[in-house]
């Protein structure tokens, strides 16, 4: 497991908080949608935990702006893995 999606996976957990399935792993191919059902202010907590995490150099929210509704609910946690590892490997 790269230490991106342990990070991320974390954060997941703590945004998550009592509502966590602890026999659910976390993997790339974890959907926020389906999987973990994400709601609109946990997403929220999880942008500021990014943005606290890893700065300026991953613009998450940037990043989302991009993308069309259907394509947020099917994010997979290996997508936003994917982006945060091309930003920091950029910078």
Do not use: H, N
């Amino acid at each position: 497991m790269s230490d991106t999606l342990q990070t991320v996976g974390r954060m997941i957990q703590e945004v998550i908080g009592d509502d966590w399935d602890l026999d659910q792993p976390i993997t790339m191919e974890t959907s926020f949608g389906d999987d973990l059902e994400l709601e609109s202010i946990e997403f929220v907590s999880l942008a500021e935990a990014l943005k606290d995490e890893y700065g300026a150099e991953v613009d998450f929210v940037g990043w989302l702006s991009t993308k069309e509704l259907d394509e947020i609910i099917k994010l997979k946690v290996g997508d936003v893995v994917e982006f945060i590892d091309l930003c920091r490997s950029s910078s």
